[in-house]
């Protein structure tokens, strides 16, 4: 954490365990900056709950993460496997609080729009109606 430990953040990152739901909102509500160094994620519904808080994101640029996170816009991605990549995208966000509020206002301005029940609801019917298209145009 040599890039870190210049920002006398060494000991104030705690392992939690498993959370459940509501903990798991609860500490989405409490960060300022979300961090999400996974190797693999298909669709993190912990992303999107700390979208859903407003929270600025720090997330790997790798499975389905780029379909939520758009480097600049509603975050910020790192590069897969890179403690180097991660630590200079959280160090960009530690120092500048406007940019932290801004990419956080997006992240929840994108989870309001695209993930309604209605907008789900929609994406799944044309979803549907896709494959019924495609099985009569075989037929």
């Known amino acids: 954490m040599p890039l870190l430990a210049n920002k006398q953040l060494l000991g104030s990152i705690r392992y939690l ?23 693999w994620e298909n669709c993190p519904y912990a992303c999107m709950e ?23 816009k509603n975050g910020l991605l790192a590069e897969c496997g890179s403690p180097e990549s991660f630590a200079a995208q959280l160090c960009s966000l530690i120092e500048d ?4 509020t801004k990419l956080g206002a997006a992240a929840r301005q994108a989870i309001e729009q695209g993930f309604t029940d209605t907008a789900i609801a929609t994406q799944t019917a044309d979803f549907y ?6 099985q009569r145009e075989k037929n």
């Open 129 to 134: 109606r896709g494959v019924l298209a495609r």
């Open 50 to 72: 700390a979208m859903a808080a407003g929270r600025a994101i720090v997330a790997s640029n790798q499975g389905g993460v780029p379909e939520l996170i758009t480097h600049g």
């Open 17 to 39: 365990g498993k959370l459940n739901f509501q903990q798991l909102r609860a500490c989405a509500r409490a960060v300022d900056i979300y961090l999400l160094p996974s190797l």
């Open 97 to 100: 609080p406007e940019l932290r």
